[in-house]
């Protein structure tokens, strides 16, 4: 193989053809947009936990939030700062966000994405 074979299907610009969160970002599959500037997208969950459950994704992939800290920590500081505008926009500021790494860890998509959860008094 040579320097120039990737090993993955990602291409140049960070978008990967398996991969539903890139599709998604790219228009490909339809979302509801909560937010999108040029680092990162943000939609509603189609299966909420909460009155407010919306995920913010890279717009280039990363496998998971360790990857994207290692990769990009502007975008993962980013993904935070958008998380925050949501909670202020929807429920006086009050927000849980959650990144599930790893399969074990309840990662069911392979694209590092934060969870917004807001909306309604959260429990313990």
């Not at 291409?11 to 979302?31: H, L, M, P, T, W």
């Not at 407010?52 to 360790?66: G, S, T």
């Not at 993962?76 to 429920?91: G, N, R, T």
């Amino acid at each position: 193989m040579d320097a120039t074979t990737k090993t993955t299907n990602e291409q140049s610009d960070g978008y990967r053809d398996d991969c539903v969160f890139c599709k998604i970002v790219a228009g490909r599959i339809a979302s509801t947009e909560v937010y999108e500037d040029d680092r990162v997208y943000a939609f509603k969950d189609i299966n909420p936990k909460t009155a407010v459950h919306v995920l913010i994704v890279p717009k280039k992939h990363a496998d998971n939030v360790a990857e994207l800290a290692a990769r990009d920590p502007e975008t993962l500081a980013d993904i935070v700062a958008v998380a925050q505008k949501i909670a202020d926009d929807s429920f006086h500021g009050a927000y849980r966000l959650v990144f599930n790494t790893g399969k074990d860890a309840g990662q069911s998509v392979f694209h590092a994405h934060a969870h917004v959860l807001t909306g309604e008094v959260l429990p313990e």
